[in-house]
């Protein structure tokens, strides 16, 4: 008898602990490009797999991807197909995909869309719009390299100008400017977020023109950090994510999108009931962006400095960065 | 503000010039021969995807450039065959069987490069070689003579094809092959054997074209690294009229535009930057219009071969 | 000069052989049709084993992979939807390059033309905004229309006057639309709000509602332009087949000499059949912005201007048979990202598959062009080449660039 009811509370136990172990959380992202681009999607995948692992791992969050989604409508079929598989929240991680966010949305009432970078919700409960402030990085990384520069000439390759290749560089123009109005600035545009020879050759203008420190924007420009790695000597500004595995000698800092604490609140939002409604924009102040410094390249403690004070003066709001 | 036409500006165009000019001279002196006997491979972008993978990978893992090169031409080679056998043997329709052979090389070489490398790594391409003495000729020499070896092979390729495809009998033969295969065909040659060879021939150089870019040029590799620069090869053979100096003229032409552009932007000429990147295209087809094509294009060009069809 | 015209150049070798039974009505040949659709399939099964080879490499389990591939074009509405949604673009590139191949020339210029329509599909309608639907839809399609025609024209004159290569010209074209395309995103033509939120998208401004295209299905985005592109379909059909128009470009496809000695003039039509594939591709771009963006986005082609081409293969080249072809093709799309989706493959293996399914499709047709080889041989015995004369033969393409 005394056997029987053991076995009983034992299976009891078993049971509740079955359903206390909460159905793990279930997160899809669809990308426009790689997780392994070097900057916009990989910054988010890696945001998603870091908060995977502090919530407990797969056990705790289920993470399932669709990367290279550069066409929109598959993009849009492949955010319906997920928000219809019962994903508690799925990330449309590319501007383009708002008109199908806006339409896809109102179909799927309990499921947590969240997309950027906009900054629109639609005015739809079950919307959360986020965004990157990127000019404020792009300025402390300028006001730090006009202080690098030995030449007083300082490079930027960029892809297309929008988006936040453009309020970045925005930004770095507006940094650069802040410490000597007689730095010469040059800009490039390649026309393209891919062609890496292109970005390569414009990083190699810059260089050949007296350029001495370049930055850039997307994932094409490993080219220009490779260009600075043939010379061997240039030093290079990365934004989106840290690109100083790249050239570790030369790499100066990065800006850093880190969406983990964002994504941390969508979630315990999620949960606690509500689905949508806000706009996050990563800034220095909220801790969403972070300068990455590259710890083998040795920084003169006089420009970390003048770079920390740009981040406390943009934080802060006394230095005010508008792309 | 540099004047645009100072010496060391113009150094520097030409500079970046040759260094643009590298994978379209490889990949469209290929593609020559392979229209020559009247094959079109559209698929010269997805070998070139494929091929500067490999190269990247096998040096990134063993550290030998030229084992990374000859893994490049290797793999040049095997697309080539499977080109030949869908265009040649099956003849499939070329223009499409082209696309579908992109398609699988851009794919795959992104495969790949995610499952074994996955994450953008440089590696130590091909150095600088200095030619002693003639690189020390003020001006010129740093630029003409400073260059990598696939660089400088590049160039001496156009010659060697010329001397190919004019003075070897086996030029005579792709010659013939595009020109009239029926005609060839009589004549004893095996026009499936020619077309295979040439295709082949063509596939190997484009995968030198994606190597110099992955360990010479760029010394990377990631997705579509080439973004399309294979197809503007193939137009560049139209281009050239099918004349390795013809192609070797709009390589430079194109490349030259291009790396004038960069240099407009940086100097801080006012024009919008679309319209900087436009001018290589636009430039293009405003040569072709005001020269006179001399070169026809070979007749059985994108008509796969019958016996007793025709 | 004696004048000979068209129809009796191509009947005049087959008559002088043999006193055929003409036949007035055109024979439809069954076997021929079942070939041309069966054929591509074998060679989708043959690639699509190819892929589970390497779905297995990657640790993935084919058999539910492909389950659910098929399960996303056909087991739901949104799939079954999406799948048409697709195939609309396809249908209208490939019906432009359709009407180009049967003049003999190849068209590769269809992602910039898709571009050219766009642009004027997103310009025209925030322009005269005010107009109301019934006006403002069939002239934006008509303006898009135009755009594309005017993006393939240029290649056209270009080869008819100047004797560019139009391989040469599609391909620049291509990269000057991009371009231009940039250059107005980046200025005149980016939308305002995102200026005014400092956000810089690279889109243009939402159309007004009223050029929306009418959504056919709710919760899809299947939007009208799927039966305007399926009512296309048979007008190209018409076209090529009923007018006299349609009647000389193909005559300058199948035999550009004869052509030329009947007092076509080929390179003027060579012109026009590329203007009207690009006037197609134009089209594409129009449904593409007006029925499901809604306003004009980097990136919109979609690669459609080289899948367009496949799609206008695998449907014999043939108007009617592109309606199936853009199906199914649009189909293998959908189903591709759904299994990507199922089973968490790489999106570059969908590339591979799909590279190899083009592979080994265009690979298929040389046992297609066989049977219709022996067909033509037994028909030859038994007299009835002339039938084979009126109707014109899909498969019996030559075709130089």
């Known amino acids: ?91 449309a991680h590319g501007s383009q995909y708002g008109s199908s966010v806006q339409e896809i949305a109102k179909d799927f009432p309990d499921v947590t869309f969240a997309w950027g970078t906009d ?29 690098l520069t030995k030449s007083k000439k300082v490079g930027v390759t960029g892809p297309v100008e929008v988006g936040d290749a453009k309020t970045y560089i925005d930004g770095f123009s507006q940094g650069v400017q802040s410490v000597n109005t007689s730095i010469t600035l040059s800009k490039t545009w390649t026309g393209s977020f891919s062609d890496v020879a292109l970005m390569a050759a414009a990083a190699k203008t810059h260089i050949a023109s007296g350029a001495d420190v370049l930055t850039g924007s997307s994932q094409s420009v490993v080219g220009s950090i490779g260009a600075a790695k043939d010379q061997g000597s240039v030093l290079w500004f990365g934004t989106q994510s840290d690109q100083a595995p790249l050239a570790s000698k030369l790499v100066v800092a990065s800006q850093v999108y880190d969406w983990t604490g964002m994504l941390r609140d969508i979630i315990a939002k999620h949960k606690a009931g509500t689905l ?3 706009t996050y924009t990563l800034t220095l102040s909220n801790g969403g962006l972070k300068i990455a410094y590259n710890p083998s390249f040795s920084l003169p403690a006089s420009v970390k400095a003048a770079g920390d004070a740009a981040v406390k003066g943009i934080a802060g709001g006394s230095i005010s960065v508008t792309p | 503000m540099k004047s645009m036409f100072s010496l060391d500006v113009i150094a520097g165009i030409l500079n970046t010039m040759i260094a643009l000019a590298t994978p379209f001279l490889y990949a469209a002196l290929g593609e020559t021969i392979a229209q020559t006997s009247g094959v079109v491979n559209l698929g010269v972008d997805g070998i070139m995807l494929l091929s500067a993978f490999a190269a990247f990978y096998v040096t990134l893992t063993t550290g030998s450039l030229w084992l990374g090169l000859l893994t490049a031409a290797l793999v040049g080679l095997a697309l080539g065959l499977l080109m030949s056998l869908v265009s040649v043997t099956l003849k499939a329709e070329q223009g499409v069987s082209g696309i579908g052979l992109y398609m699988f090389g851009l ?67 792709i010659k013939s092959v595009g020109q009239n295969p029926a005609a060839a065909d009589s004549l004893g040659i095996s026009v499936d054997r020619i077309r295979y060879l040439s295709v082949c021939i063509g596939a190997t150089l484009a995968g ?13 590799f990631q997705d579509n690294l080439t973004a399309g620069q294979g197809f503007i090869a193939v137009a560049l053979v139209y281009f050239g009229g099918w004349s390795p100096v013809g192609v070797l003229g709009g390589a430079l032409l194109f490349s030259v535009v291009n790396s004038f552009q960069l240099w407009v932007q940086v100097l801080g000429v006012k024009i919008p930057s679309s319209v900087a990147v436009m001018l290589p295209y636009l430039l293009t087809i405003a040569a072709l219009t005001v020269t006179v094509n001399r070169m026809r294009q070979p007749a059985a060009l994108n008509k796969p071969f019958q016996r007793g069809e025709n | 000069m004696i004048q000979v015209s068209s129809e009796e150049i191509l009947l005049i070798p087959q008559s002088a052989v043999h006193s055929a039974s003409y036949r007035l009505a055109p024979r439809v040949d069954w076997s021929r049709i079942v070939l041309n659709v069966l054929l591509p399939l074998v060679g989708v099964i043959v690639a699509l084993l190819l892929g589970a080879v390497m779905l297995v490499i990657l640790k993935a389990n084919p058999l539910a992979a492909y389950a659910a591939m098929v399960r996303g074009v056909v087991g739901s509405r949104f799939g079954l939807t999406q799948t048409l949604v697709k195939a609309t673009p396809l249908l209208l590139v490939g019906l432009g390059i359709c009407i180009a191949f049967r003049a003999n020339v190849i068209n590769i210029g269809g992602e910039g033309q898709i571009i050219a329509g766009a642009l004027m599909a997103t310009w025209w309608p925030l322009m005269f905004s005010t107009w109301p639907g019934w006006l403002l839809i069939p002239s934006t399609m008509i303006v898009g229309f135009l755009g594309g025609a005017a993006w393939g024209f240029v290649p056209g004159i270009l080869k008819a006057r100047l004797k560019v290569n139009e391989i040469l010209s599609t391909i620049m074209l291509n990269a000057i639309a991009l371009q231009l395309m940039n250059l107005l995103l980046q200025g005149p033509l980016m939308d305002p709000a995102g200026v005014a939120a400092r956000t810089f998208l690279a889109q243009s401004a939402q159309l007004p509602h009223q050029v929306w295209l009418a959504r056919l299905v709710p919760r899809t985005l299947l939007h009208s332009g799927a039966i305007v592109a399926a009512v296309l379909a048979v007008g190209v059909y018409i076209f090529l087949w009923r007018t006299t128009i349609g009647f000389d470009i193909r005559a300058v496809g199948q035999n550009p000499d004869a052509a030329r000695c009947s007092g076509i003039n080929v390179p003027a039509f060579q012109a026009l059949s590329l203007t009207l594939a690009g006037g197609f591709a134009g089209l594409a771009g129009v449904v593409e912005v007006i029925g499901v963006q809604h306003r004009l986005l980097d990136g919109l082609t979609s690669g459609y201007g080289f899948t367009g081409i496949v799609a206008a293969l695998m449907g014999g080249l043939h108007p009617l048979g592109l309606v199936p072809a853009s199906i199914l093709f649009g189909g293998l799309l959908v189903g591709a990202d759904t299994m990507q989706r199922a089973v968490q493959v790489p ?11 083009i592979l080994f499709v265009s690979g298929a047709a040389l046992w297609s062009r066989k049977w219709a080889a022996r067909r033509r041989i037994t028909e030859a015995i038994e007299g009835d080449t002339a039938g084979d004369a009126i109707r014109g033969d899909p498969m019996n393409q030559e075709t130089p660039l």
């Open chain 1, 276 to 278: 949508g409604g806000i």
């Open chain 1, 119 to 147: 900054v629109n919700t639609f005015g739809l409960p079950n919307v959360y719009a986020y965004t990157a402030a990127a000019e404020q990085g792009g300025y402390v990384n300028g006001v730090m390299a006009a202080r």
């Open chain 2, 107 to 173: 794919g795959m070489s992104s495969l790949l490069f995610k499952v074994l490398v996955g994450t953008v790594k440089t590696v130590r391409g091909f150095p600088p070689v200095a030619i002693p003495l003639l690189g020390d000729i003020p001006f010129v020499g740093p630029i003409l003579f400073r260059n990598s070896i696939p660089v400088y092979s590049a160039f001496l390729l156009v010659p060697v094809v010329w001397w190919m495809l004019e003075k070897t009998t086996l030029g005579m033969k």
């Open chain 3, 347 to 357: 999106s570059s293996l969908v590339d591979v598959i799909l590279g190899l399914v």
């Open chain 1, 1 to 91: 008898m005394k056997g029987k009811l053991f076995l009983i509370a034992g299976l009891l136990i078993v049971v509740l602990a079955a359903t206390a172990m909460a159905a793990p959380f279930r997160i899809a992202v669809v990308m426009p490009s790689a997780t392994t681009d070097m900057a916009f999607s990989q910054s988010m995948w890696s945001a998603l797999l870091s908060v995977q692992k502090a919530m407990g791992g797969e056990s705790a969050v289920v993470l399932k991807y669709s990367e290279n989604m550069y066409k929109v409508p598959d993009a849009a079929a492949a955010v319906r197909d997920y928000a219809s598989q019962g994903f508690d929240i799925v990330i």
């Open chain 2, 208 to 220: 030198i074209a994606g190597a110099s870019l992955s360990i010479s040029l760029l010394n990377l």
